[in-house]
């Protein structure tokens, strides 16, 4: 994967993340979530704080991966059921993460509803319906800042006014001129939508959606 953000790179990472039985496999998740650093970090240091809680969020699930338990953690469903068989998800005293309270459930919870707060925001800037900053706020009032106290909705508040206009932010995807732009980003909302759909009703089904 090449050091500069590209659009396609994450749509194509999280396509692959989906098997054909509809699993979400959690190595290619994390591959199209730091393909979405990549574009934060280049946005500037307003969006420091919120690339730093990504990458650690990643960090986490790698290490999981990574871990003597990592095969449980080939796919999304296979670590909910790891997680809750052993008593994990409520975050318990965690060997493999070496992060005491920290489950992978409950970290990809954290990138779960960010990944709500992207579908609605690219959805928004696909179909030209306001500037970029109007966008990511409507976006974001409507999704993750709910689960975020007044300090962080404050703090995202003042970064998503330093998002750029549409067709500096269209070029910024790395994905051609901004109409050809438009046309994959159009392609990318339904795959993060499937991602999230899957997601959503494993989480709901084993009643993990309000994970602390
Ligand atoms: C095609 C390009 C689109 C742009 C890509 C940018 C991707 C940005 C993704 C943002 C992900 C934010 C994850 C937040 C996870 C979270 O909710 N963490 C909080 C709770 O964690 P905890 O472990 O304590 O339970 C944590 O407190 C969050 C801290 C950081 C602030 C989060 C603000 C979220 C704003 C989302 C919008 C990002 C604006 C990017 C502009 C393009």
């Keep these: 994967m090449s050091e500069e953000f590209s659009l396609q790179e994450v749509i194509d990472s999280f396509r692959l993340s989906l098997s054909d039985s509809k699993e979400i496999f959690l190595d290619q998740y994390v591959e199209g979530w730091r393909g979405l650093v990549k574009l934060l970090n280049s946005l500037g240091s307003v969006f420091g704080f919120i690339s730093k809680d990504v990458v650690n969020k990643l960090s986490i699930l790698v290490s999981l991966r990574g871990g003597p338990e990592g095969a449980h953690y080939l796919s999304l469903q296979s670590m909910v059921q790891y997680e809750l068989q052993s008593g994990l998800v409520e975050g318990g005293d965690n060997p493999v993460s070496g992060t005491r309270g920290v489950s992978g459930c409950r970290t990809l919870l954290r990138l779960h509803r960010a990944l709500r707060w992207l579908q609605l925001f690219l ?23 709910q689960h975020h106290p007044w ?20 070029r910024m995807l790395n994905a051609g001129e901004p109409p050809q732009a438009v046309e994959v980003l159009g392609g990318a909302v339904p795959v993060l939508g499937e991602v999230y759909t899957i997601t959503e009703e494993l989480y709901s089904k084993h009643d993990l959606l309000n994970l602390p």
Aim: hydrophobic letters at 35%; glycine letters at 10%.
């Design 123 to 145: 959805g928004g800037v696909s179909r030209d319906e306001g500037t970029p900053p109007t966008l990511c706020s409507l976006a974001y009032s409507q999704s993750l800042s």
């Design 151 to 170: 300090v962080i909705r404050s703090a995202a508040g003042l970064a998503f006014r330093m998002l750029p206009p549409r067709d500096p932010f269209l």
